[in-house]
């Protein structure tokens, strides 16, 4: 019988002779025999002592789970001995030749599981870790930014690591990378450290969305707090306001000219032109100068 997801091959000596490829069940005197009577050997209907080996193959995609053992050591700048890191995720794989497979593992073992892979797997994952999150990953505080493509490298190196085993690597996903605690605390300290810019501007907006709410109400410490904060901020507010005000009115009033500029007499008669010594008339033409 063989069940779908399943390929029956007949080997013969360590040479495939047959494949079964559709499920259901087979007869081996109506079905099998007459498949194999045109091959060598079997002529004889199974008369001559030869033996035929079946293999199933499972066809179906697997997903499996995967996972560092020992923290991965990143180089970083930050930190001489590196950066230590975990990670874990899943990835997916199939049977791509059988003639490989066979080939490579039927002669030595009698099953070929899905564990034996993950094995084969993870004992080269660590260092493809290393190599793709130092070339990809940007920010060695936020791997998870630089995931996808750190994924992209490591399938391709998967790949090519397993195909001498008729096997391929249809994807690898990156779940998560995590730190040790130590460095996950100073994470956080740094994000908190960024947010502080915004935190004033936080509080006020909070405090006014308490007191028009009602959550934060009168009679108490905290409403007495809320209102002289408010208060602070409203006449901070007032003050600037009104000298920016004031600034404005005064940058943008005419200069007045003062008494005496206005009462100077000319030094020369506008009219004919003679000099004049501070006289309200012309001394020349009589015209008046003020």
Known sequence: MIRAGQDAIFVNNGKIEGIFKDEG????????????????????????????EVLFVNTKEFTVRW??????????????????????GTLNFKVNDYVMLIDKVAGMKDR???????????????QLLMKWISREGKDMFNLQANASDIAAGI?????????????????FQVMSFNYPQEIQDMITKTASH????????????????????????????????AGMMMGMNIANEMMKNMHQSQKSAAEAAPVAASPEEGNKKPNFCPNCGAKNEGANFCPNCGHKLN
């Open 194 to 225: 960024e947010m502080i810019g915004n935190l004033q501007k936080y509080q006020q907006v909070t405090m006014t969305d308490g007191i028009a709410s009602g959550r934060v109400k009168g009679g108490g410490a905290a409403s007495d707090m």
């Open 25 to 52: 069940e087979y007869s081996i005197d109506s079905d099998i025999i007459p498949f194999l009577s045109t091959l060598k050997g079997f002529k004889f209907g199974f008369n001559s002592g030869m033996r035929v």
């Open 112 to 126: 070929y599981l899905v564990e034996d892979v993950k094995i084969r797997i993870t004992s080269v994952l660590d």
């Open 67 to 88: 996972g560092t053992q020992n923290p991965v050591l990143i180089p970083s700048p930050q930190l001489p001995g590196g950066m230590p890191i975990r990670a874990n």
């Open 155 to 171: 399938r391709e190196d998967l790949d090519m690591q397993v195909m001498d085993n008729g096997l391929t690597i249809t994807g």
